[in-house]
């Protein structure tokens, strides 16, 4: 089944100890997403890609970085995690539609925890 | 501002009471699109419906059913004879086009709730 996956499905860092978070996707969407989830909030857009065009969230930490080699896989890297940055990260998809972008595909996320 | 509010935060039923989610929205585009989104304990968000500015008309799919009002800028959602698979947090979000042609969507800060057997 075509899908978005992410890995590792738990990963527990020290504070300040670097970590990349990873998705790919089997739809072949032109479009990938990364959000941060806390607890009982909404999602977080932290940045988008279309294709390899990437476009940062204006309020989206330094720390935070991503990389997309290519249409299947885009990465996440936490350069120096702080406590603040345990969260749910969510790696989603979509593809551009007629006057805009469709529904998004999410992957079931990695949860961080920064001890 | 707030684009998209959920004034609900967690409501509890019994199975088989039927629920509505309040979503309201705000907006200053003519062309903008409308999603619900169910996150189940699990932790992935499972896309609902999506319904562009422009159809008004309403949506029944099963035991769920959409109300989108632009009069009122409102978008609800209703569960019929709720179960207790229903239980999730409840996600509405408002996608409208930002500067480049983009449309990325806000989401609301979601409705949990909750289906006693």
């Known amino acids: 089944d075509a899908m978005v996956i992410q890995n590792p499905r738990y990963q527990v860092t020290q504070f300040g100890k670097p970590v990349t978070l990873s998705c790919s996707q089997t739809?072949?969407?032109?479009?990938m997403y990364w959000y941060q989830q806390k607890s009982s909030q909404a999602p977080k857009l932290l940045f988008h890609y279309y294709d390899k065009d990437f476009n940062n969230e204006a309020d989206t930490p330094d720390n935070f970085q991503s990389r997309r080699p290519n249409t299947s896989f885009c990465f996440l890297d936490i350069r120096s995690p702080g406590l603040g940055d345990a969260a749910m990260y969510l790696c989603a998809t979509s593809r551009p539609g007629t006057g805009g972008y469709n529904e998004q595909f999410f992957g079931p996320g990695t949860r961080l925890t920064v001890l | 501002a707030q684009k998209v509010t959920q004034a609900q935060t967690e409501i509890s039923v019994v199975e088989k009471e039927d629920v509505t989610l309040d979503c309201v929205y705000e907006?200053?585009?003519?062309?903008?699109?409308l999603f619900w989104y169910k996150q189940p304990p699990s932790g992935e968000l499972v896309f609902l419906i999506r319904?562009?500015?422009?159809?008004?008309q309403n949506e029944i799919s099963g035991r769920y059913s959409w109300n989108f009002q632009k009069s009122t800028s409102s978008f609800n959602f209703t569960i019929t004879a709720s179960q207790v698979v229903d239980s999730a947090v409840y996600f509405c979000a408002l996608s409208e086009p930002l500067s480049g042609g983009s449309y990325i969507p806000t989401f609301g800060r979601g409705t949990s709730l909750i289906v006693h057997p």
């Open positions: 319904r562009n500015s422009f159809d008004e």
């Open positions: 907006t200053r585009d003519t062309t903008y699109y």
């Open positions: 739809l072949n969407h032109n479009v």
